[in-house]
């Protein structure tokens, strides 16, 4: 979100990241006209722990049948697509990169979503709605390239509804330096804007938003990374298998990026925290 183009490449790859989570679909032998959003989860979960992280920051949220919900950085619209299928709420994903977007669309539609999870490419820093358009804002891994934290977090609150709350799952700074690149969201230190926790909070108490659960999540994020790199390993000289998350979105050289942000993990050069916020009124 608030991307630079250089940024936005970054996340841009040949060809439709639904294509090519489809024709993995395929592969694997899925009827294509009988997909799930639960077929899906394999392939959209763009964050540490997967859909794991997705369903503890619904628990905390709780949102309600009818709530609207904004996904701030919503990648390729999964947990966006699992809130309306779940909890049965209607959500807007934003996000910056067009093709993020347009795999969103064309995936909801394939599940049978298009009415209740919908996307817009827009800016982080300047989202296109009116003052307290959503019950809830919800973001997971999604600030790392923005710089203006402050301003993210004051759009956020203007956005919420009087009495709504704001979820968070993000990484940030960790304390002993720059984490190891290139990363997932970032090929070069240059685009990548971690800031550290605690900065973070003071930015979202700034912003008006009351503190209603602070919780650092970098042990649980650094073992299950682990288990990712050991079965991956594992699966070498075996069959070849079809990629699935990130690795079909962001191709071959993910598993790099994947392997410095576990070591960054290991390193304590990263943090990974959930929060949630609430607007008062």
């Known amino acids: ?66 709530a609207v919900v904004l996904d701030l950085g919503c990648g390729i619209g999964g947990p966006a697509r699992w809130l309306a299928d779940q909890r049965g709420c209607r959500v807007v994903g934003i996000d910056l990169t067009p093709d993020y977007c347009l795999a969103a ?35 997971q891994h999604a600030a790392m390239n923005i710089a203006d934290k402050a301003r993210l977090y004051r759009e956020v609150a203007r956005v919420l509804k009087p009495g709504g709350r704001f979820g968070l799952y993000d990484i940030m700074a960790g304390t002993a330096g720059d984490p ?3 990363a997932p969201w970032s090929n070069t230190p240059e685009w990548s804007h971690l800031t550290a926790p605690e900065a973070v909070r ?37 069959a070849p298998q079809h990629p699935v998350g990130p690795a079909i979105i962001l191709g071959p050289a993910f598993a790099e990026m994947f392997a410095n942000l576990s070591r960054s993990l290991a390193e304590e050069r990263v943090t990974v925290v959930q929060g949630v916020f609430d607007k008062p009124g």
């Open 105 to 139: 669309q064309e995936l909801s539609a394939q599940v049978g979503l298009a009415g209740r999870a919908g996307f817009v490419c827009g800016d982080g820093l300047a989202l296109p709605f009116a003052e307290s358009s959503f019950d809830q804002v919800w973001t």
């Open 202 to 238: 003071e930015a979202l108490l700034a912003a008006g938003l009351k503190e209603r659960h602070w919780r650092d999540l970098t042990a649980e994020a650094r073992v299950w990374s682990e288990k990712v790199i050991a079965a991956q390993q594992a699966a070498k000289g075996h």
């Open 180 to 182: 190891h690149f290139p």
């Open 1 to 66: 979100m608030s991307r630079s183009p250089n940024v936005a490449s970054h996340y841009a790859r040949e060809g439709a990241p639904s294509g090519r989570i489809l024709s993995a679909l395929t592969a694997a032998g899925k009827d294509l006209a009988r997909l799930s959003p639960a077929d899906l989860i394999p392939y959209d979960q763009f964050h540490l722990r997967g859909h794991e992280a997705t369903e503890e920051l619904a628990q905390l949220l709780s949102p309600q049948a009818d």
